[in-house]
């Protein structure tokens, strides 16, 4: 499975982006589409998840109510609006396929490059 992340960029406190996620390959071996993020000096951290059937979705409870993950199968996408951004948020934020709805980066096979959200004050 190749991961293909997209979509970050430079906002202001309060604004929003939309992240994308486009699988290729295996994707008929995908459980589950999570996002990650890691800030400057910080160890990365779960972020949102989402089954590739049913649409299930979990997330940390930092972006509860602000973000929101979905996908679009047919274009093998899974998409991370985030709203509301605060400066906390600025980070490289990636995309993995995992084997179960997990916020635990190990049960992830496949990573994105990762893309960069940057929130000014």
């Known amino acids: 499975v190749q991961l293909q992340a997209s979509g970050g960029g430079l906002v202001q406190a309060g604004g929003s982006l939309r992240l994308s996620c486009a699988a290729s390959g295996r994707t008929f071996s995908i459980y589950s589409m999570g996002w990650f993020r890691q800030a400057p000096g910080k160890e990365r951290e779960f972020v949102a998840v989402i089954t590739w059937s049913s649409g299930s979705t979990y997330y940390a409870d930092y972006v509860k109510g602000r973000f929101t993950i979905s996908k679009d199968n047919a274009k093998n996408t899974v998409y991370l609006q985030m709203n509301s951004l605060e400066p906390e948020d600025t980070a490289v934020y990636y995309c993995?396929?995992?084997?179960?709805?997990?916020?635990?980066?190990?049960?992830?096979?496949?990573w994105g490059q990762g893309t960069l959200v940057t929130v000014s004050s």
């Open positions: 993995a396929s995992g084997r179960i709805i997990s916020s635990a980066s190990d049960n992830y096979d496949y």
